[in-house]
C-alpha cells in the first residue's frame, strides 16, 4: 500500500487510502491546502499549476456533488478537465476496467479521480499502472465502495485543523452508520495517524464493523454517553437505500436515538465544533437547529474541500 | 422585488424577472449587449471579462438549447463553467434545494443560471443569498416554472430595436399558449416596460390568464382580427405535452386557427417580423413557408440571444 | 461527395467519408498529425490553434469513447467544447435536425464533430450548411449508420505507416462482421486510395456485403487462409447487440471461426501487426493473448487517434 502511494522519494504517487499514509505526508497535503483557500478569495481564482494536464473523472457510481468539487478543483488549476460516467451494467457488457484505463492512458490521461461502488477499484488502477509502467499517470480514490475516501477525511483534518489546531489534546466522536461508510474508515486512520488522542464511534450495534476496536476507538452505543466532554463531532450520512433495511427499524426511531439534537450536543465541550459530510438527512441524522447553529462547520468543511483537492492534485502533478 | 434584483448603486444585482426593472436598466441591458455581438464575427471569440469566475448551470429541469446558450456565452467570456444537471425527484429525497446552493456558494461560485419547474424557484435563491450575507453571488433566472424567462424576453427586445429601431411606434402580437408560457408573461413587462404602445395577444379563452388586460394588452381570439396592422408577430412554443389535453382539442385544430401561416401574416404590416423562442414545432403553431420565410428572424434571435446572455454575465460580474 | 469535402482551392471542407478523398489529402492529414503526437509528450499539452473556436461535439447516438478522444483532441487545441447527447427520440418528437443544426450555427458554431445512428446525417447537414451560405462552420463525421467513420480509418492509417512505412508493399486483412461495419467500409477505401496491393476481407458469407469484390478487395471465409501471409491484422468489432441474431449463431461459434487467436495468427508474416477500434470483446472476435501480445498495436492506435483528428480539426479551421 504504502509502496503504491508513495514514490521512491517518499513523495505522493497516488492517493488511494489514509491507511498507511505517514503523519507527516498528512501534515503536509493539510499545510499545501493553505495557500490554496486564499485563492479563492482572489478576483482571478485560478492558477497554472495545471495547465495541458488531462485530468479524468471516471465516476462508475453517481455523485454530482463530489464530481463537481473535484472538477472544480482542476478547473481552478488549469486543467483540461474530462468528465465520463461509466454506468457499470453497460460497462461489464463490453469493455473491461482495466481496457477503459489502458485506453484512456493511451489518450495521455495525466490523473484519474476514480469513484467506484467496488471496494478497491481504485488500487487496482494504480497497481495496472504501476505494472505496465504508466507511473507518470496519478489516481485519486473519490471513493470506492465501503472502503475508503481519503480526500473527504483529509478534507476533515484540515478543517479540525483550523478551529482546533492542535490534534493532540483533542477528543473526537464519528456518529452514525460506521459500518458501511468508506468515510469513518478514513477518517479514523488520518485522526489516530494524526496524533488524537481519544477517538470515539457512537453507533447501534447493527451498524458497527466486526472488531471496530481494533482501529483504535472506543465504542459508544449512547448518544449522552459518547458525547460528553468531546471536542469534535463528526457525523455521517445515512444513506437512503438503507434506511428501511433490516439493519435499521425507520428513520424517525434512527434520529430519536442517533440524531444529533442541540439537548444531545449540550453533552460536548461548550466550544465544541460540529461536522458532516454532506448531503444531510436533516430530521435523520442531524436536527436543523444544529445544522444551521453556532457549533456548526458544515458550510466551512466544504470550502475547505475544493483547497485540499487543490493541494491533492498539484502535489500528485510535481506541481 | 426591485430592491432583490437590484443593488444599493441601482446596478443589476440578479436578473430574475423583467417585472420591476426599470427602462433604463432594460435599455442599458441592450446597448452593452451590441458589442458583444460583434465578439461573436472575430477569429477569437472570447473575452476575459469572467475569467476564474465559477459559473453553475443549475438545471432541475432539463433545457439543452438553454443551457447551451448559457454555456457558450459563459466560455467566451473566459468563465470555468460547470454543468449541474439536477433531478428533482432524487434531490426530493435528500438534499433541500437551499442546501444545495449553500454548497455550491461555499464552493466559491460566483454565479448561479438556473432553470427549474417550480415558478419563484431563482428568487427563493437570490433571498437566500441576501439573507446569509452572500451578495457576491449573482443568481440568473433561465426560467421557472410558467413564471418568467427574462433572458429570453431580453434577447426578444434586442431583436425587435435591431429591426425596428423605435419602440413607441409599434404594434406587437404575442400568439399562443399565453396562460403556461413564462415567455410571454416576460415579453408583455418587456414591450410595456420599454414604451410599446399596443401589445396585443392572441389566444383561445383557455390559453389565457384570467385578467390578462391587467398586464396592458389588448385581447384577440382570431388570428386574422389580432394580426391586422402589427409590426412584430411573437409565436409561442405549444408544449407538446399539454397538446392532447382538455384545453386544445389537436395540433391539427390549433393550426387551422392560431398557427401562423403566410396567409394569416398577410394581415399584418409588408415588412412585420415574425419571432420564435424556438424550438419550433412546425406545422403547428407555425408554418414552414413563415418559419423559412423573408419576414422570419428567428434565427438572429438565436444570434443575438449569445450577446445578450453575454452583457447580462457581464454586468452581474461588474465587469 | 468530393465538392462537399473539398473546397475550391482543394483544402479540406470537411471530413465526412474517405471515399473520394484524393491519395495526396489522405496523405497530408497522416504528415499533419505527426506533430502532434509530440504535443501529446510536452509538459503542457495545448496548443493555442482553435482559441476561441466553439465545437459542438453533436452525438445522437450514445459514444463515450469517441465523444472523449474528440473532446481531448478539441480541447488540446484549446477550443471551447460543448458536448450535446441529443437523445433522437425525443429530439423527432420536436425540433427536426436541420433546425438544430441553424440554431447551432446561430449561436455562431465553428465546427460540429457529428455521430449520428444514420447512414448520411453528417451529409445532410454538410449540404444544408452550403446551401445556406454556411460555408464557415465544418463537419466531422464521427460514425454514421453502417456508413462511415472516416477518423477511425485515418488513425488506422497512420498507425499503419508508422509501423509498416510504405503502403505499396502490403498485404492487408480485414476481419469480422464486414456488413454493418463503417469503420471496415472507411478502412477498405483508405487502404485501395493509399495503394495497398492486396486487401482482404474475412467474414462468414452472412456478414459480407452483396458485391463487396467491387470495393477492390479478396473474399476469404476461412481465417487460415485469409491471414496467410499478411502484414496487417485489422480486426472489427462484433456488435453486441448483434450477437445473438439470425445471422450469427452465438459469441463462442463466431469466436471458433473468426475470432484471433495465437494459431491463426501464425499464419501471418512474423512482423505482421494487430489492429482493433475498440472497445474490445475479448474472447469474441480476439483472444487476450493476442490483444495484450507483441504482435498489438491497438493502444498506439488509441493514442495515434488523437493526434489525427487534432490534425483534422486544424485543417479544417485553416489553422
Chains 1, 2, 3 share one sequence.
Do not use: C
Not at 497516488?14 to 498528512?26: A, D, F, S
Not at 482542476?74 to 484505463?101: C, Q
Not at 437547529?289 to 491533492?312: N, W
Request: no cysteine; charged share 20%.
Amino acid at each position: 500500500m504504502r509502496n503504491l502511494q508513495l514514490n521512491s522519494h517518499g513523495e505522493l504517487q497516488h492517493l488511494l487510502t489514509i491507511e498507511g499514509l505517514p503523519r507527516t505526508m498528512l501534515t503536509a497535503i493539510l499545510d499545501n491546502a493553505a495557500p490554496f483557500t486564499e485563492v479563492a478569495e482572489r478576483e482571478v481564482k485560478k492558477l497554472p499549476l495545471l495547465r495541458g494536464k488531462s485530468v479524468f473523472n471516471l465516476f462508475f457510481e453517481n455523485s454530482t456533488r463530489t464530481r463537481t468539487t473535484f472538477e472544480i478543483a482542476a478547473k481552478r488549476l488549469s486543467a483540461d478537465v474530462i468528465n465520463l460516467n461509466i454506468n457499470t451494467s453497460s460497462a461489464s457488457k463490453g469493455e473491461t476496467l482495466l481496457d477503459t484505463i489502458d485506453n484512456l492512458a493511451a489518450m495521455q490521461a495525466d490523473m484519474f479521480v476514480v469513484r467506484h461502488q467496488s471496494s478497491g477499484a481504485p488500487f487496482l488502477i494504480a497497481e495496472h499502472l504501476a505494472a505496465t509502467g504508466l507511473d507518470h499517470i496519478h489516481v485519486v480514490n473519490a471513493g470506492d465502495g465501503s472502503h475508503a475516501h481519503p480526500t473527504q477525511a483529509l478534507l476533515d483534518m484540515y478543517t479540525i485543523r483550523h478551529y482546533k489546531r492542535d490534534f493532540t489534546q483533542l477528543t473526537v466522536a464519528v456518529i452514525g452508520d460506521i459500518l458501511h461508510s468508506r468515510v469513518a474508515r478514513s477518517q479514523i486512520h488520518a485522526l489516530t495517524t494524526l496524533g488524537v488522542p481519544e477517538v470515539r464511534v457512537i453507533a447501534p450495534k447493527t451498524l458497527l464493523p466486526a472488531s471496530v476496536e481494533r482501529l483504535g476507538v472506543r465504542v459508544f452505543h449512547d448518544m449522552h454517553e459518547g458525547l460528553r466532554g468531546v471536542d469534535v463531532v463528526m457525523m455521517l450520512r445515512l444513506q437512503n437505500e438503507r434506511m428501511n433495511g433490516a439493519l435499521l427499524p425507520s428513520p424517525q426511531e434512527f434520529f430519536k436515538s442517533y440524531g444529533l439534537t442541540p439537548e444531545k450536543l449540550a453533552q460536548a465541550k461548550p466550544d465544541a465544533i460540529v461536522m458532516h459530510p454532506g448531503p444531510m438527512n436533516r430530521g435523520v441524522e442531524i436536527d436543523s437547529a444544529v445544522a444551521d447553529g453556532t457549533h456548526s462547520v458544515i458550510l466551512p468543511q466544504v470550502t475547505f474541500g475544493i483547497a485540499v483537492r487543490m493541494a491533492v492534485m498539484s502535489m500528485l502533478a510535481g506541481a
